[in-house]
Every structure is written in structure tokens, then in C-alpha cells.
């Protein structure tokens, strides 16, 4: 009897199906209630603004008249479709992504392989490297105002220690934007640097030397092994450099004004949507609808770059 009854009390005790699934339904919407001030502060910072952005892009909206907000429909995209201003500024981002995130990733690229090889004091050049990333705004934009310029500008000294002719950096059109793409890749370059930096870091040392003992050269290292495996950190860094080069505004403004340079060489989307929205109260629909359209923008050539990544990387595997 005693021997049955310990039996029974050592026996596994069996839970109601209906207890299992009302605790785990409590431990989920526990989760869930723990995540909920985040999606508060997302609801209404972030995914609110953009869609009444897409409702203002409807009206011809006045910030000082709020009473009378004219419903127009898609009437400011077919004013942005006959736009000569917009597209010239389509063009200009669209040269100034091209150019820039290419380049931004090759630099850092090359700083990350160079900083991993086992250079002296990495430590210091990193930190130099990455400084430019974190310094204001304004004050990376005076010190290169002041490199630009053309009487006592540093790079107009050097062209004149070899004997060249002085370029106009920010007030001649063909060196506007170009001047800006050169600012811009320099104090991107260190972010980046650092993530290329941190994915070398995950590279296992052994499939190098495999290679190399089987007769790779450098190159090859870098092609077959090195680059397959860096492959998800270059979309990463592919990604938010299309990102901001699309939304780029405050290097723009700063350097070369509202207008955007001489004969609006350097005005982007970003600037033209500065001008119209808030240069012109009238237009502040339209502004909106020129966010959208950066927006579409944006989303179309990161879903492309990740599909070609992908594809990319299946390949290489």
C-alpha cells in the first residue's frame, strides 16, 4: 500500500490543456505589454508623421492658414511631373547616390583592410578616423568652408604650390556638387570603416591561410573568401548610405545656400523640398508630396540592392 502510494505521489503531474495555453497567453501579452511604450513612441513619432505627410501631399496645404486647406488630389504630383526645377534636382540626387555611396564604401573598405593588417597604433587611427562621424555638423562644414575657399583655402594652396590654376570649389557648377560628395564621403567613411571593421573581425584567420597555402594570391584572398563573407555588412552599409544620400540636406544647405549653388547645380531633393515647403507656405503640400517620393525612391533601390545582395551572395555560396 505504502509502495503505491509513493508511486502515486512521484508520478508526473499532468497540466490541463486549457491552463497551458491561458499561461502562455499571459506570458505573450506580458511581452507584448512590456513592448508596448515603444510602439507608443513609434505610433506617434514616427509612422503618424508619415502618413499625414501622404494626406498633406493631397491638399495645397498653408502652414499659416489652417481653416482652408484646398483639396487637390494628386494635383502636386502632376505639378512635380511638369516641374522643370524637379527634375533637374532628381538628377542631382540621383548623381549624388550614384557617386557617393560607391565611393564611401570603397574608402571604407580599404581603411578597414588597412587598419586589421596589423598597422601600428591601430587604436589612434581608428579613433581618427572615426571622429569626423561623430563632430557636429556645423563644425565640420566651417573648417571645409574655409578649405574651399578660394583665396586662403588649403586646397587652393596646394594646387598653387604645383603651379595650377585655382578652382571656384563651391561657385563654379561643375565642382559643386562634387565638392559636396567629397565632404560628405569623409565624414561618413569612419561609421562605415567601423562596421567593415567589426565584420573582418568575424572572418575566420584559417580559410586565409588555406587559401594562401594552396597558392592564392592577396587578391584572391579578398575576392573568394574575404568579400563572400563581408558581403552582409556591405548591404548594411549600402543601405544607409542610399538612405542618406536621398535625404541629403544639411551639408547641401550649409555650403552652397538654398538655392543650391550656382545655377542650382548642388540642389537636391532635399533642398528643393526646403524651398517649396518652407521658402513658400503655399507649397508645403507640395513639399509633402516630394517626401513621398523620396520615400518610394528609397524604398525601390533598397529593395533592388538587397535582391542583387542576395542574389550575390547565393552565388558566391
Known amino acids: 500500500m505504502q509502495r503505491h502510494l509513493r508511486m502515486a505521489s512521484g508520478a508526473k503531474r499532468v497540466t490541463h490543456p486549457f491552463s ?6 499571459f506570458q505573450t501579452g506580458q511581452a507584448y505589454l512590456y513592448l508596448l511604450p515603444a510602439f507608443v513612441i513609434l505610433g506617434v513619432f514616427a509612422y503618424a508623421p508619415s502618413i499625414f505627410v501622404f494626406y498633406m501631399s493631397l491638399f495645397k496645404w498653408n502652414f499659416l492658414n489652417h481653416a482652408r486647406q484646398p483639396f487637390v488630389g494628386l494635383g502636386n504630383y ?3 511631373l511638369h516641374d522643370p526645377n524637379f527634375w533637374q534636382s532628381l538628377q542631382v540626387t540621383i548623381l549624388y547616390v550614384v557617386i557617393s555611396v560607391p565611393l564611401t564604401l570603397f574608402v571604407s573598405l580599404f581603411l578597414a583592410l588597412i587598419l586589421m593588417s596589423g598597422i601600428r597604433a591601430r ?6 578616423i572615426f571622429t569626423p562621424f561623430i563632430t557636429p555638423l556645423v563644425a565640420t562644414t566651417t573648417i571645409w568652408y ?3 575657399d578660394n583665396y586662403h583655402g588649403l586646397f587652393n594652396g596646394i594646387l598653387r604650390v604645383f603651379h595650377l590654376r585655382p578652382v571656384d570649389w563651391l561657385g563654379d557648377p561643375h565642382w559643386a556638387l562634387f565638392s559636396i560628395i567629397l565632404y560628405t564621403t569623409w565624414k561618413a567613411a569612419g561609421f562605415s570603416t567601423v562596421l567593415f571593421m567589426a565584420g573582418l573581425t568575424n572572418v575566420d584567420p584559417s580559410l ?3 587559401a ?3 597558392g592564392a594570391n592577396p587578391f584572391q584572398v579578398f575576392r573568394y573568401i574575404t568579400w563572400p563573407l563581408l558581403l552582409p555588412i556591405t548591404l548594411v552599409v549600402m543601405l544607409l548610405g542610399t538612405i542618406e544620400a536621398f535625404k541629403m540636406f544639411q551639408p547641401v544647405f550649409l555650403f552652397v545656400g538654398v538655392q543650391g549653388g550656382p545655377n542650382n547645380a548642388a540642389r537636391t531633393l532635399g533642398l528643393y523640398l526646403f524651398s517649396e515647403a518652407f521658402s513658400n507656405n503655399s507649397h508645403a503640400g507640395l513639399g509633402a508630396a516630394v517626401s513621398v517620393i523620396i520615400f518610394l525612391l528609397v524604398l525601390t533601390v533598397s ?3 538587397l535582391l542583387l545582395t542576395r542574389r550575390d551572395s547565393s552565388a558566391a555560396y
Open 20 to 25: 497551458w495555453h491561458l499561461r502562455r497567453w
Open 78 to 80: 502632376d505639378f512635380l
Open 123 to 128: 587604436a589612434f587611427w581608428r579613433l581618427a
Open 146 to 148: 574655409w578649405m574651399f
Open 208 to 210: 586565409a591561410e588555406a
Open 212 to 214: 594562401r597555402v594552396d
Open 303 to 305: 529593395a533592388a540592392q
